[in-house]
């Protein structure tokens, strides 16, 4: 149990501590506050920024919920895999130790059947006998031998009886040990899908109060600006993706000097990330398929748990697509498809990555720590997936903060 517990307690601990910070109710600007803004240029701009300001706010604070959702999700998940297979370890120890039992009783009767036959043919007698009769010594000579040989083997049927006794004492014990270890983990799985519950209910509410809000600050920022809500969608989205292209400029600049200093200290301590030779190109048929499988999932919602129809979550998904080609990449977990890759010698830097590669989020792209949420990359710095609770699957620029430095890819 010890191991399994480790990693189930280990992931169930992403949850301690993360609850979103509450934070003061924000100060909406009303209509008649942007009318009165209007009449003042200086004054206009002040509300322009402080009403994107919101905008952006509403949406971090999505994200986040958003973020805690993913983290106890994949938590539930690490749970149910470590359940299922604390079950089937407490199944298998159960039918051995029945089997054990069995085996015990039927070996126990048969070293009681030969004890109760030397009983009947008592050594003692056929010595008297071998003395009061010298002339059937040779025959009484023979039995004798024979007894000898039958107490042979009733030594050994005994000892097998007591050995197989003892293999069954042992199997009852370990499957008794097996059946408490799946117990903790159910109670463990139990929690965990209480706390995913909580947190996907959190992360759907904060989701749609951020589009309600948001909905009215960018139509009072198009009366601001003389413009209309559609333009100022396309200017903020504008604005993301060159904060999104920064942070990509950014990360390749932090991992080119890492990258240099790993040359320049090879002895350093860092241990590779990958094993064995680095992948070549994907296979460009499989992954165009996997992309367009994801890609016909758009528009639906996320749903903890979700591997289709119709709702994913971020494993479902990328799990599901490379499923349609045929492709194993691991169960339907995060850390699970990271660590199958990671195993399989398929993990590339980022700076490598291609279409249809799989991308990672953990808490500071740590390689070591729990990957919470899994994309799809599709090329031109885009990724597909399912977000978080409240959410649709959709295609967005590569969020860079809490990317994984490794991508993987599926298909040589």
């Known amino acids: 149990m010890g191991a399994v517990s480790l990693v189930v307690i280990s992931t169930l601990a992403l949850g301690v501590g993360l609850a979103v910070p509450a934070s003061a109710a924000p100060d909406y600007p009303s209509w008649s506050d942007v009318q009165k803004a209007k009449k003042n240029e200086s004054t206009k701009h ?7 300001a919101l905008v952006d706010t509403l949406e971090k604070d999505a994200e986040a919920a958003g973020k805690l959702a993913l983290q106890r999700g994949e938590a539930l998940q690490v749970a149910k895999e470590a359940l299922a297979t604390a079950q ?10 029945d089997s054990a039992n069995k ?22 007698s056929t010595t008297m006998a071998l003395l009061l009769n010298s ?20 030594s050994s049927i005994y000892t097998v009886a007591e050995q197989d006794q003892n293999t069954a004492r042992s199997l009852t014990k370990q499957a008794v040990v097996a059946r408490d270890a799946r117990e903790k983990l159910e109670q ?4 965990a899908a209480q706390r995913a519950e909580e947190a996907s209910r959190a992360s759907q509410l904060k989701v749609a109060e951020q589009k309600k809000q948001s909905v009215t600050l960018i139509a009072q920022l198009a009366e601001l600006k003389d413009t209309t809500a559609a333009t100022q969608r396309k200017y903020l989205a504008g604005v993301a993706a060159a904060k999104a292209a920064a942070a990509a400029k950014a990360a390749a600049a932090a991992r080119a000097a890492a990258a240099a ?33 994801a890609e016909a999932q758009m528009g639906e919602p996320y749903v903890l748990g979700g591997m289709g129809p119709g709702v994913w979550d971020c494993s479902g998904l990328t799990k599901a697509a490379y499923a349609s080609v045929g492709v194993y990449i691991g169960t339907h977990s995060s850390n699970d498809q990271y660590n199958t890759m990671r195993a399989a010698g398929r993990l590339v830097p980022i700076s490598q990555m291609k279409a249809g590669d799989i991308l990672w989020y953990s808490n500071g792209g740590s390689t070591g720590g729990d990957k919470y949420h899994v994309t799809l990359y599709i090329g031109g710095g885009q990724m597909i997936e399912a977000p978080y609770p409240g959410e649709v699957v959709r295609i967005r620029p590569v969020r860079y903060g809490d990317l994984v430095p490794y991508a993987g890819r599926p298909t040589p």
């Open 46 to 52: 002040k509300e322009v920024v402080r009403i994107e």
């Open 88 to 97: 089937t370890r407490a199944a298998e120890l159960d039918s051995q130790a």
């Open 103 to 124: 085996k015990a009783v039927k070996s126990k009767k048969q070293a009681s059947a030969l004890v109760a036959q030397l009983a009947r043919s008592s050594a003692g």
């Open 135 to 154: 002339k059937n010594a040779p025959n009484l000579l023979d039995e004798l031998g024979m007894m000898s040989k039958l107490t042979e083997h009733s």
């Open 188 to 191: 463990a799985a139990t929690v």
């Open 261 to 293: 200093q790993a040359a320049a200290q090879p002895s350093s301590g860092g241990a590779p990330a990958n094993t064995g030779s680095t992948p070549g190109a994907p296979n460009g048929s499989a992954v165009a398929s996997a992309i367009a499988f």
